[in-house]
């Protein structure tokens, strides 16, 4: 059984907030993420205290770096104790990186309707894009090395994968569900749940 873990989208972002497509662009967060990251600090000590014994790990990116210092600082600590791994980036969007899903079927009518029909395994235009498939298929390892109780700071598409492989979510539900940056998801006894 998998230990267990928490895990905490990064704070909101403009791009977020315009619904504009990050996947691997490397982006800020934003006032609003700032105070979301500060609360999910606060609760966290609530939960786990300072996290003895926990692994802090999060992506490489600025927008989860932020978000993990900001949480541990609002657990009371230093906020460099952690590691990055890069198999926790989002999910890469291709040639979509940087637009809007409107934006998108203005230069390439339908496009958005094409991911619609099969969403789980739709890979946008361009040579690195990834369908939600092949960012689990990346996550697996990560998630099959898990061996501590651990605090994880990710991505939207990483924390609907881990769904689809922790819960058994049918794909399409896996992939489209709401992914909120200003709440914990708690993996316990093998379940995962929002808090």
């Known amino acids: 059984m998998l230990p267990n873990a928490y895990f905490v989208r990064h704070g ?91 934006e998108i079927d203005q230069r390439i009518p339908g496009s958005s309707a094409a991911r619609d029909r099969d969403k789980w395994n739709y890979r946008p235009p361009g040579e690195k894009a990834e369908s939600y498939q092949l960012l689990a298929e990346r996550i697996s390892p990560w998630l099959a090395e898990l061996e501590q109780p651990t605090l994880c700071v990710t991505h939207g598409g990483i924390i609907r994968v881990l769904f689809r492989l922790i819960e058994g979510w049918p794909p399409e539900a896996a992939c489209k569900d709401p992914v909120p940056q200003d709440r914990i998801l708690e993996l316990r006894e093998g379940r995962l749940r929002w808090l």
Do not use: C
């Open 12 to 102: 909101l972002t403009d791009w977020n907030a315009e619904g504009r497509i990050q996947g691997q662009v490397d982006t800020d967060i934003n006032e609003t993420g700032r105070r979301q990251a500060d609360g999910n600090g606060v609760r966290l000590a609530e939960l786990i205290g300072k996290g003895e014994g926990f692994d802090f790990v999060a992506s490489p990116k600025r927008r989860t770096r932020e978000t993990m210092e900001r949480v541990r600082v609002g657990m009371g600590l230093p906020r460099d104790g952690y590691r990055t791994d890069d198999r926790l980036v989002e999910m890469h969007y291709g040639d979509w990186e940087r637009y809007t899903l409107a």
